[in-house]
């Protein structure tokens, strides 16, 4: 499902705080490690379907989480993770748009 998305720049509204940050899609896959972003996490496919993706990965040494993103339509997906990051956990709920190129 990540594949299909609309490549380019998504903006990425968390609605525990109001934030919001932008993120240059090029995979998909940018929106599993919101709270990880370094390289070299395993990760693991749990469900892949048409509209939906949950993966859950692991940071060796820096905790892990468990991401599902949902596909509204081209460009609107709803995004929950939680799990640890430097032993602290997190919780996210949030919705991303696509909004032009990178």
């Known amino acids: 499902m990540l594949g299909t998305l609309t490549k380019g720049v998504w903006n990425l509204r968390i ?7 932008r993120v240059c899609v090029r995979t998909g896959r940018e929106f599993i490690q919101l ?3 370094q ?16 993966i859950q990965y692991t940071c060796r040494g820096n905790g892990y989480g468990r ?7 081209n ?6 993770s939680q799990g640890i990051a ?3 956990p997190f919780s996210i709920s949030g ?4 909004s032009g190129k990178c």
């Open 95 to 98: 919705e991303a748009r696509h």
């Open 35 to 37: 709270r990880h972003r």
């Open 75 to 80: 460009g609107l997906v709803q995004i929950e």
């Open 67 to 73: 991401t599902s993103i949902r596909r509204e339509g």
């Open 86 to 88: 430097d032993g602290t």
């Open 15 to 21: 609605r525990d705080d109001g934030s919001e940050q």
């Open 39 to 54: 390289p070299g996490c395993s990760q693991v496919v749990v469900r892949d379907n048409p509209n939906e993706v949950v």
